[in-house]
Nanobody, 112 residues
Framework: EVQLVESGGGLVQPGGSLRLSCAASGFTFSRYYMSWFRQAPGKEREFVARISWTGGSTYYAISVKGRFTISRDNAKNTFYLQMNSLKPEDTAVYYC?????WGQGTQVTVSS
């Protein structure tokens, strides 16, 4: 059974940083691209970042490029989203994703 478990969300001030983690199980993690999405209140879920099998290729939404960094540790079946220079508009529930599977989400709130 595929399981994705996010952690690391919380409340942070504008300009601050957070690191999200997603622990994966139930599939061969190192063979899959992994992605982060987010959904703000009243908005559709949107793509944030994606990383290739070995981490050699990464892709970002324009809104987060240069501020967020996606990475992975295949030995730990875990991937990450380092979020810097956070803005109030980054407030959302963040989800990790592989194919049709989603985690439960972790809330990120950016507010002073």
């Amino acid at each position: 059974e595929v399981q994705l478990v996010e952690s690391g969300g919380g409340l942070v001030q504008p300009g601050g940083s957070l690191r999200l983690s997603c622990a994966a199980s139930g599939f061969t993690f190192s063979r899959y691209y992994m992605s982060w999405f987010r959904q703000a209140p009243g908005k559709e879920r949107e793509f944030v970042a994606r990383i290739s099998w070995t981490g050699g290729s990464t892709y970002y939404a324009i809104s987060v490029k240069g501020r967020f960094t996606i990475s992975r540790d295949n030995a730990k079946n875990t991937f990450y989203l380092q979020m810097n220079s956070l803005k109030p508009e980054d407030t959302a529930v963040y989800y990790c994703n592989v194919n049709d599977y989603w985690g439960q989400g972790t809330q990120v709130t950016v507010s002073s």
